[in-house]
C-alpha cells in the first residue's frame, strides 16, 4: 500500500506563512503528477496547486500567487504565504498516474486571529 506522508500543518494569523510537506514511498516515480488538495468543512474537495516529474506546477485561480509548490523526487511542498482565514480546510497531498491515484491522511490548516 502506498502511503503518502504530510507534515506542517499548524494554526497562523491573517498574513502568515506555512510550509507543508508530503513525502512519498520510492515507488512514487517522476511519471506520477504530485499536488496539494483541500477541503474546508461544508465544501467539496478542491485542486490547490500540481507538479509534474519535470517541474512544472499548475495552481487554483484562488492562489493568486501566494503559494509555491515545489518537488524533489519523490517530495513535495507547499509554501504558503499571505494566508487568509478562506484558506482554512485539511491539506490533503496527492500523487497520479493514469489509474493510480494515492492519497496523504491529511493535515489541518487554520487561519485566524
Known amino acids: 500500500q502506498v502511503q503518502l506522508v504530510e507534515s506542517g500543518g499548524g494554526r497562523v494569523q491573517p498574513g502568515g506563512s506555512l510550509r507543508l510537506s508530503c513525502a512519498a514511498p520510492?515507488?512514487?516515480?517522476?511519471?506520477?503528477?504530485m499536488g496539494w488538495y483541500r477541503q474546508a468543512p461544508g465544501k467539496q474537495r478542491e485542486l490547490v496547486a500540481t507538479?509534474?516529474?519535470?517541474?512544472v506546477a499548475d495552481y487554483a485561480d484562488f492562489v493568486e500567487g501566494r503559494f509555491t509548490i515545489s518537488r524533489d523526487k519523490n517530495t513535495i511542498d507547499l509554501q504558503m504565504n499571505r494566508l487568509r482565514p478562506e484558506d482554512t480546510a485539511v491539506y490533503y497531498c496527492?500523487?497520479?498516474?493514469?489509474?493510480?491515484?494515492?492519497w496523504g491522511q491529511g493535515t489541518q490548516v487554520t487561519v485566524s486571529s
Open positions: 520510492e515507488s512514487i516515480s517522476r511519471l506520477y503528477v
Open positions: 507538479i509534474t516529474g519535470l517541474g
Open positions: 496527492n500523487a497520479e498516474y493514469f489509474s493510480m491515484d494515492y
